[in-house]
């Protein structure tokens, strides 16, 4: 195709002519078909490339076996978390940076573009639609919009994890959307405040506020009641959570939903309609049932409506015995335990259902102290409790 400039006198008739035409006449027979189809051919990969870029998701499924967690070679990891780290400040960001309080950080930037898209739609149109669904004064406030593009995207879960949770990028997202929460507008008094770069994040911490609004928001990472106490436990010391320990925090809850979901399935498929909340299974601190002043060692479990006990046998495994937690009545206590009644060791919980009843009385070996035993003792009475409360 020959184009004419801009200056020519015929541009307002024809912006393009096609070459060989004389007179404005040309023939079909002088086209060169292969010329034409390869042009075309360039400007749709061009085309389907640009568009690629505009609504390229951050998560990328296809990376999810060789960066899943557990499954990156320590010698490498660094390597690749700075890769994942320039993919996700490399996207362009389309969205309006000026708002009424301020320029956006670009934090914020990228938390409201990517969670846009992987809303389905655009940085711009999500603005649109959160400003027709509140009162400008709320809409004002950029922390209210990164707010709404993160918990438009999470609400639309309900399992007990949020599947994403296993997609490294996404755990970034989430510590970036906390940083972007905590500070929704550019420093103006600091030029380079809008050139965050991979390793200006590894130097973050995300405040207590910030992490007990977003981390409960995301299905299995954290619930409001505790958060403030999760915050303090995962900070220690600093002042805040940076990205290595969020990153290993979310490995860990990984593996524990992973393995309390194999364990439900292959241990005790009964309990498809209860909730695995504690195992007590080791051979350095057994658990041991005491019945007529003999000491049966076995395996323990905890769901939100029962007590399971499995005896350990020589051959083969004893089925499991079950204490309904939901009935009325139900007491539990901590107790001195041991051979005829001697309670040599004061490291037992009894639950009964009043005089006269069958009495559980389990010893959590803990040769640590008793700190076992009372959280054991807790988890049961919270159990109990709750179901007083339903009832």
Known sequence: FGYFSRNSPSKQKLRFKLEGAQKDRWKLNDIDTNTVQERINSWLTKTQHFLSEITLPLVKTGQTGQSGPGKLDPRNEDEVDNQEMEDIFMAEG???????????SLAAIVSIEQFSRMNGLSGKKMQKIFRTLIPKTEYDDARNLVEYCCFRFLSRDSSDLHPCLKERAFQRLMFITMLAWENPYRDKN???AHSLTKSSL??????EEAFTRIAPAILGVADHPTAHNLFKAL??????????????????????????RSYQIFEY??????RVLCVGSSRKRPVLKWENNMAWPGKVTLTDKALYFEAVKFKGRSNAIRLDLTRPGLEVKKVKVGPFNSGLFD???AVSSGPGSQTWVLEF???????RRDVWHASISEIITLHKFLN
């Open 365 to 371: 070996v803990d040769l640590g102290g008793e700190l």
């Open 347 to 349: 490291s037992g919980v």
């Open 94 to 104: 389309i969205i309006p940076r000026r708002l009424p309080n301020g320029n956006l």
């Open 190 to 192: 600091n030029l380079h």
């Open 235 to 260: 900070a220690g010391d600093e002042l805040g959570i940076s990205l290595r320990v969020w990153l290993t925090y979310i490995d860990e809850l990984l593996k524990v939903h992973e393995g309390r």
């Open 269 to 274: 498929p009964q309990l498809s309609e209860e």
């Open 202 to 207: 590894q130097g973050k911490l995300v405040g």
